[in-house]
């Protein structure tokens, strides 16, 4: 499971950090950004659950049939 932050979206609320620190972080600017472009295993649907409840929909999930080209999430 590949994500990234979408940097014109997010707004650094860190619900992403509350719900997994183990993938996202806070840049020094105060936004969040992927620790990783792949998400640990076993950390996948703290993950999801991240792209699901941020309140900006920043968190994108890359394709994985269409390597590089992210998708948006899905509207709740
Ligand atoms: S929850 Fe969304 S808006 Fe808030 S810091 Fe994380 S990615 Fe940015």
């Not at 650094?12 to 972080?25: A, I, K, N, Q, R």
């Amino acid at each position: 499971m590949k994500v990234w932050v979408d940097d014109q979206c997010c707004r650094g609320h860190g619900m992403c950090l509350t719900l997994c620190p183990e993938v996202f972080s806070l840049t020094d600017d105060g936004y969040a950004e992927a620790i990783s472009p792949e998400a640990p295993a076993g950390f996948e649907a703290a993950t999801r659950e991240a792209i699901e409840c941020c309140p900006e929909q920043a968190i994108r999930e890359r394709c994985l049939d269409q390597p590089g080209r992210p998708s948006t999430p899905a509207l709740p």
